[in-house]
């Protein structure tokens, strides 16, 4: 599975506004939205709240993951954006996210939805990898890097 094929350049943000990781998973639905990915946006954010609610997706070295399975698409979605100073995802390290990645999927899949989160867990634990991420001002970029250092 590479990820870029689930990842165009229209759903990668550099510059992520939100203050909260609430505010960071509304605006990182929104890209999808707004390029007519989700079959329901409400549905779509109410499970992946009621996912964050039952365990944060905040993981270690400024990676965060919000997903769920969701009636709200109808197939693979995935969004992403920079947050260069950080936002609180009550990661397991307590450092805050700066690279987050929203991950969506019909309801009725598995496969697919986990080789998406451990492809994404196992190339951001490369340093390299994430530093270039980080110092991309671009979507343009940042897909480059996940097209062509994202091991698969």
């Known amino acids: 599975?590479?990820?870029?094929e689930h990842?165009?350049?229209e759903h990668?943000?550099?510059?992520?506004?939100?203050q909260t990781k609430f505010q960071v998973i509304?605006?990182?639905?929104?890209?999808?939205?707004?390029?007519?990915?989700?079959?329901?946006r409400e549905v779509a954010l109410q499970d992946v709240l009621a996912?964050?609610?039952?365990l944060s997706t905040g993981l270690e070295k400024g990676l965060a993951i919000p997903h769920a399975k969701t009636d709200g698409v109808e197939r693979l979605e995935i969004a992403m954006g920079l947050k260069p100073?950080?936002?609180d995802f009550e990661s397991l390290d307590g450092k805050p996210a700066n690279i987050i990645f929203l991950v969506l999927s019909p309801r009725d899949t598995s496969g697919p939805?986990?080789?998406t989160l451990a492809v994404i867990s196992r190339n951001l634990k490369n340093e390299e990898i994430r530093e270039?991420?980080?110092?991309?001002?671009?979507?343009?970029e940042i897909y480059d890097i996940i097209k062509n250092r994202f091991q698969y």
Do not use: F
């Open 1 to 4: 599975m590479k990820l870029y």
């Open 51 to 54: 996912r964050e609610g039952y």
């Open 26 to 40: 509304e605006e990182l639905l929104d890209l999808l939205h707004k390029n007519g990915r989700l079959r329901d």
């Open 85 to 87: 100073e950080g936002v």
């Open 113 to 115: 939805h986990i080789q």
């Open 132 to 140: 270039a991420i980080l110092k991309a001002n671009t979507s343009e």
């Open 12 to 18: 990668i943000t550099p510059h992520l506004k939100g």
């Open 7 to 9: 990842l165009p350049k």
